[in-house]
């Protein structure tokens, strides 16, 4: 996949097969990348799928300002949460707060 824009070293917006605007996050996923340049995708620990604008722009602020130790925090809690409730949690969680 090709980054579209790099939102810092673990953060990247980039399209999918389905020329979907999604954001994915893994561990230096974007260090010493350029815009237009390929990505492993190996690397890949968390994808999202941008559907509408205004969420789009809300988490791509949130993932470019916030911490990755307070990303991965984030995850592990949503993670846990979803492993004991019998319902699907919205992967947009993140956004809410």
């Given at each position: 996949?090709k980054?579209?824009?790099?939102l810092n070293n673990?953060?990247?917006?980039?399209?999918?097969e389905?020329?979907?605007?999604?954001?994915?996050?893994?561990?230096g996923l974007?260090f010493?990348?350029?815009v237009?340049?390929?990505?492993?995708?190996?690397?890949?620990?968390?994808?999202?799928?941008?559907?509408?604008?205004?969420?789009?722009e809300?988490l791509?602020?949130?993932l470019?300002?916030?911490?990755?130790?307070?990303?991965?925090i984030?995850?592990?809690?949503?993670?846990?949460?979803?492993?004991?409730?019998?319902?699907?949690?919205?992967?947009?969680?993140?956004v809410?707060a």
């Amino acid at each position: 996949m090709k980054i579209k824009k790099i939102l810092n070293n673990n953060v990247v917006i980039s399209e999918n097969e389905c020329k979907q605007e999604i954001v994915v996050m893994g561990r230096g996923l974007a260090f010493q990348k350029k815009v237009g340049e390929t990505f492993d995708t190996a690397k890949v620990e968390k994808t999202f799928v941008l559907e509408t604008q205004g969420i789009s722009e809300k988490l791509a602020r949130l993932l470019r300002d916030t911490s990755e130790r307070y990303l991965n925090i984030a995850s592990k809690i949503m993670d846990y949460a979803q492993s004991h409730l019998p319902y699907k949690l919205d992967e947009y969680l993140y956004v809410w707060a």
